[in-house]
């Protein structure tokens, strides 16, 4: 066994690629939470190897970059494995399939230097004993929080997410929010690596009792408050029957006016409107391939079926002011296709709505995925849309995954509607990850979660993260419900807990440190 511990490729490159490679299946739609409690360890454990190694048969190289290296090969598993289907979106433009290889290793790569800087810098400090690792769920918390935040954000995958599956181990977050839970997730899935310490045998499997205690104490919680909520949900005075619809149309560039027309045949179709009843239609992102309201507006003669009392949410181009830019935009119509109205998204997706860098990216013969040569307008200003009882926080595709959206949401928020286009990623593990985002939304906001996704989960998710209703990827039809309009009264507002909670680790490992010097 040592003979193959001493080897450097094994250490530095092969165990922990096949070990970031394998926390993919901690997250939807697998959901083996359980893997994470093996594979945090292990990373634990290899940066204590490296640094025994690193002073005798790694000792030609230097240990700082054994760390680097270490760090980088297992987030490149990390994200290789995680966010692989972005490629499939390539694959609809004939000129942008070039860019395949290049996108599958160069983001992964790039995003693995969060994995890298950690290990590096907090790798000499890692030893066998409880305080590394709260230094260690300090590094990679910060990290994932540093993610969300540097550039335009991309939070994907964090290890809280491996939780998306049970709704009562998660109503923690509508108190203390997704970074600080995750810091609790990260120290959770590290405690088993008290086997490598040298303490006795019934210290550790006390320390690794703590692990079923805090679950089950989570667990128990959770689901007295889902009970609790119950009776909140039966005395809610404001109600609006929601009904959400999935076509799921093939996406395809260039797609004719008189396809557009059975499309929104369909789509009427499959709203089916009662005349007596008051209800909010919510069709998915993407349906109009590409045209703009204008485009569309002409076929409004076809909403002959829907009355005074409907409104229709869906996303759809819009044209700026002086029609020389476009939004993607989020409208709610009247039964006239009259807008009432109307988010700019604000998230947009890089290279996917727009270009960073444009025009150099241009002049090499690059645009975006989606149809259309220039960039979406940025909307800039978060607004929620408002019709009376209805006070709705829209987030457009993308935007879903920002919890910062809803930390910044109207405070009179009672609904949450997110539509989205997952036709991008085919029949991959994507729209499953993407879908398991609006599960937390919904507990962080304390309010009902309506989303349509074209060829992604459609869903009804009441404010605890309950999937009411559901439609799978692939499966065409619609979803109906009266939705209690919950107004958020505990609702996570910022990230002042995760800091605490930082600076409190902090506080932990400096007095630890101090005593072991005495």
């Not at 954000?153 to 923690?172: C, D, H, K, V």
């Not at 929620?384 to 879903?400: A, D, Q, R, S």
Request: proline fraction near 4%; hydrophobic fraction near 45%; glycine fraction near 6%.
């Amino acid at each position: 066994m040592e003979k193959y511990l001493n080897n450097r490729f094994l250490i530095l490159y092969l165990i922990p690629f096949l070990s970031g490679s394998l926390t993919v299946f901690s997250f939807q739609p697998f959901n083996l939470t359980i893997i994470n409690f093996l594979i945090l360890p292990i990373f634990f454990y290899l940066i204590l190897f490296i640094k025994k190694k690193s002073k005798s048969k790694y000792r030609k190289k230097p240990y700082k970059k054994n760390l680097f290296i270490f760090g980088t090969t297992f987030g490149f598993g990390f994200y290789l494995s995680g966010i692989h289907w972005i490629t499939f979106s390539l694959t609809f433009d004939e000129s942008l399939k070039i860019l395949i290889p290049f996108a599958l290793i160069l983001i992964p790569l790039f995003l693995s230097l969060f994995f890298s800087i950690i290990t590096l810098t907090l790798g000499s400090f890692i030893n066998s004993n409880f305080s590394s690792i709260f230094l260690l769920s300090i590094g990679l918390a910060f990290s994932d929080f540093l993610r969300a935040k540097i550039l335009s954000g991309f939070p994907w995958n964090l290890w809280a997410y491996s939780f998306s599956w049970t709704s009562e181990i998660l109503q923690l977050l509508n108190y203390i929010g997704l970074f600080a839970f995750n810091l609790l997730c990260i120290t959770l899935f590290l405690i088993p690596s008290v086997f490598f310490f040298k303490i006795n045998l019934s210290k550790k499997i006390l320390l690794i009792l703590f692990i079923p205690l805090t679950l089950i104490t989570l667990y128990i919680y959770g689901n007295h408050n889902i009970n609790q909520n119950k009776k909140l949900v039966n005395s809610v005075e404001n109600k609006v029957n929601i009904k959400v619809i999935s076509p799921n149309f093939k996406i395809d560039y260039g797609i004719s006016e008189i396809e557009i027309k059975e499309r929104l045949e369909k789509l009427i179709r499959y709203s089916d409107p009662a005349d007596n009843l008051k209800t909010l239609f919510v069709w998915p992102e993407g349906v109009f391939s590409g045209y703009n309201y204008s485009q569309v507006e002409k076929f409004k003669g076809l909403f002959s079926n829907f009355k005074k009392n409907h409104l229709i949410v869906f996303g759809i181009n819009r044209l700026n002011q002086d029609k020389t830019g476009t939004f993607n935009s989020l409208v709610i119509v009247d039964n006239n296709f009259e807008i009432q109205k109307e988010y700019k998204k604000i998230k947009l997706v890089p290279f996917g709505e727009f270009l960073p860098f444009e025009n150099f990216f241009n002049k090499l013969g690059f645009k975006k995925i989606t149809e259309g040569q220039g960039s979406f307008l940025e909307g800039g200003i978060q607004d929620n849309l408002e019709i009376k009882p209805m006070n709705i926080l829209p987030l457009i595709c993308y935007e879903i995954i920002f919890p910062s959206l809803t930390q910044k949401s109207n405070v009179d928020t009672n609904l949450i509607i997110n539509v989205s286009e997952d036709g991008w990623f085919g029949k991959t593990i994507g729209p499953y990850q993407h879908f398991s985002k609006a599960i937390f939304r919904a507990i962080e906001q304390n309010s009902y979660l309506i989303r349509s996704a074209n060829k992604g989960v459609s869903a009804i998710i009441n404010n605890k993260g309950e999937v009411i209703k559901k439609l799978n990827i692939n499966e065409t039809g619609n979803i109906e419900l009266e939705v209690p309009l919950i107004k958020s009264d505990k609702k996570n507002k910022n990230d002042l807990i995760f800091f605490i909670l930082l600076f409190t680790y902090c506080l932990f490992v400096v007095i630890y440190k101090k005593n072991v010097k005495r």
